[in-house]
Structure formats: C-alpha cells, structure tokens
C-alpha cells in the first residue's frame, strides 16, 4: 500500500479536462510544498511533469497545471491529447525517516 | 544534453550481491544530487537512495537501509549503487535521476532520469 492515495484510473475524452488527485498526510503533502508529478508512458523512464506543487518545467505543456489544498494535491490536465494516456505518479517529500513517498500511480485513458 | 545512463543490472541469487552505475554527462556533476528509484515489475515507483553532489552525506529508503550503499566518484561523473544481501522484493528496474536543484539540499524532485537497469533476485 502506497503512502499517497491516489485513484487508480481516470480517463477523459480528447479535448476535456481531468483532475488526478493525491492525498496524503500532515507529515507529507500538509507541510512541505515538495510535491511533484510524474507521466510514465508503457516501457518508459518517468518524466517530470510539475515540481514543488505547481512549477512546470520548461518544455512541458500548459496544458498540465499542478495545486495543492491541505493533504491533497492534483494533477489537472487541460485539452486532453491522445498522449496524454500514461501512468502517473504524484510524490512528497515526508518528515518521516522514509524521506519520500509516492502515490500507486493512476493510469489515464484517453478514450 | 543531459544524460544518465545505467549499467550493472542482472540476475543474482537471494542473498548475493550487484553493483549498479550511473555514468551522467551535459551537466555539471559535482553541483547536483543523485537518487535511485526503483520500480518492481508491473508495480509503482519507489526511492531508494540519494546522495548529494560532494558525496559526503548520503540517504536510505529504510527498505534498504544495511544493505544498499550509495557512493559517487566526481571525477568520473559516476554514481554507484551497492546492493548487498539482496532479497527477490529487490526485483526492480533501478533508475538514477539527477535532482532538480544545484547545490548541497535536495529539492526532491528529479528533472532527468536514466533509461533504468533491470535487477532480477530469483534462484
């Protein structure tokens, strides 16, 4: 069982919006801005997505958006493309002596 | 550009011992932190290790604490993962990624990864 929740399939037509949430703890997501999203496509290495909740770095899309509101952080990806359809994996830094933790990852179908 | 490439990956017996390698170029090795995060097949991702750039304080996943080790050699532009007494839950395609932010702290997200080692713990 991942330390983050995160739901484990969402899907959206192309052109809509979906939003990926990613709860997790006052020992996590509640105190420390250190949240960051991850797209992993089928064989692929990850690829960051959004970092410290809501920076997108340069050369990824505006259509992803990162916010964060108490334990719960959110993934919202605008205009839906068809390759949009990866895995993704939210992740926080944690007061715990784990350091870091991930969500199980929530596969987006693009139908 | 930037680029991480893993080696070392494998087949070992429980119990036996690998050593996984990082070669980094297109940055400047000894400003930036390194991790590894490991993904079990068919499963999610989980950090296992990071040092920062000077290679003087280093990190564990409790997972792994005892057992892995996690060094650096700033002239070669190489990162190393010791993994020691290695259990089948070891069974993972190991990446290293490069941290996101220059300097001694880490900012605990990761702007490039290699493209992963497989490690197979099975007798």
């Known amino acids: 069982q991942s330390a983050l929740t995160q739901p484990a399939s969402v899907s959206g037509s192309p052109g809509q919006s979906i939003t990926i949430s990613c709860t997790g703890t006052?020992?996590?997501?509640?105190?420390?801005?250190?949240v960051s999203w991850y797209q992993q496509h089928p064989g692929k290495a990850p690829k960051l997505m959004i970092y410290d909740v809501n920076n997108r770095p340069s050369g990824v899309s505006d259509r992803f958006s990162g916010s964060k509101s108490g334990n719960t952080a959110s993934l919202t990806i605008s205009g839906l493309q068809a390759e949009d359809e990866a895995d993704y994996y939210c992740?926080?830094?944690?007061?715990?002596?784990?350091?870091?933790?991930f969500g199980g990852g929530t596969k987006l179908t693009v139908l | 550009q930037v680029q991480l490439v893993e080696s070392g990956g494998g087949v070992v017996q429980p119990g036996g011992s690998l050593r996984l390698s990082c070669a980094a170029s297109g940055f400047t090795f000894r400003s930036y932190g390194i991790h590894w995060v490991r993904q079990a097949p068919g499963k999610g991702l989980e950090w296992v290790a990071f040092?920062?750039?000077?290679?003087?304080?280093?990190f564990y996943a409790d997972s792994v604490k005892g057992r892995f080790t996690i060094s650096r050699d700033n002239s070669k532009k190489t990162v190393y993962l010791q993994m020691n007494s290695l259990r089948a839950e070891d069974t993972a395609v190991y990446y290293c990624a490069k941290d996101g932010a220059a300097g001694y702290s880490s900012s605990w997200y990761w702007d490039y990864w290699g493209q992963g080692t497989l490690v197979t713990v099975s007798s």
């Open positions: 992740t926080s830094y944690t007061f715990s002596s784990t350091l870091v933790v």
């Open positions: 006052s020992s996590d997501i509640g105190t420390y801005n250190y």
């Open positions: 040092i920062r750039n000077e290679g003087n304080n280093r």
